[in-house]
Structures are given as structure tokens and as C-alpha cells.
């Protein structure tokens, strides 16, 4: 399923962003959406997911408590917002869809479909 992410850009520390991916098509070859990061030089790493079926949501730690993963179901789409941003938080932000099992959902390996990046910059 193509996926388009929007909303990336440059932010202020301590500001708020939301992150939007859309799945073209009907999406129903997926039953769940999620959000990595990568900075420089680094593996990418797991955010937030959410699957479909059991409302089954899942925080990285770095952002529990300041992040929300939300789905759009009438506009097939899947929204990240994350509050309290930290210069660490610097790093492109890619949405993965895929079938992952609760083994899964936390990795790169448990997605298959994946967009293009949008960069996320925190700094004043």
C-alpha cells in the first residue's frame, strides 16, 4: 500500500507537531500503521503504532507520555502528535503499514510497506 507522510518541518523545543500518513487505496491489505524515526548515522527505531483490529497501541518510551497515534478511518489515515518537542527528536520520520503480530509491531521487520520520510527538525 503506497503511504504518504505530511507534516514534518521545523520546530521549536518544547513545541508540538502531528504527522500525517495516508494509505492510498482501500488499505485493506493492512491492519496496522506505525511511525519510525532515523537519525544520522543510526538504526531506525520504533515511535508509536496502532493495529487496526484491537486498537492494540504501542509507545517507544522516548516519547510515551507526550506522543498520540491516532486513526482516521473515514479519511484512511493515521496521525502522529507529539508535544513536548526535544532536540532529540530530530530525525526523519517514516510511516510503515503492515500486519505485524504483537511480537512484531515495535520493528522495522514487522512492516511492509513503508513512505518516503519527512524530516523533523527541533532546534531554536
Known amino acids: 500500500v503506497p503511504l504518504v507522510e505530511s507534516g514534518g518541518g521545523l520546530v521549536q523545543p518544547g513545541g508540538s507537531l502531528t504527522l500525517s500518513c495516508a494509505a492510498s487505496g482501500s488499505g485493506s491489505s493492512i491492519n496496522a500503521m506505525g511511525w519510525f524515526r532515523q537519525r544520522p548515522g543510526e538504526e531506525r527505531e520504533f515511535v508509536a503504532a496502532?493495529?487496526?483490529?484491537?486498537?492494540?497501541?504501542r509507545y517507544a518510551d522516548s516519547v510515551k507520555g507526550r506522543a498520540t497515534i491516532t486513526r482516521d478511518r473515514a479519511r484512511n489515515r493515521v496521525l502522529l502528535q507529539i508535544f513536548r518537542l526535544e532536540p532529540e527528536d530530530t530525525a526523519v520520520y517514516y510511516c510503515a503499514g503492515g500486519r505485524p503480530i504483537a511480537s512484531t509491531i515495535e520493528t522495522v521487520r514487522g512492516y511492509t510497506d513503508w513512505g518516503q520520510g519527512t524530516q523533523v527538525t527541533v532546534s531554536s
Open positions: 496502532i493495529r487496526w483490529s484491537i486498537n492494540n497501541i
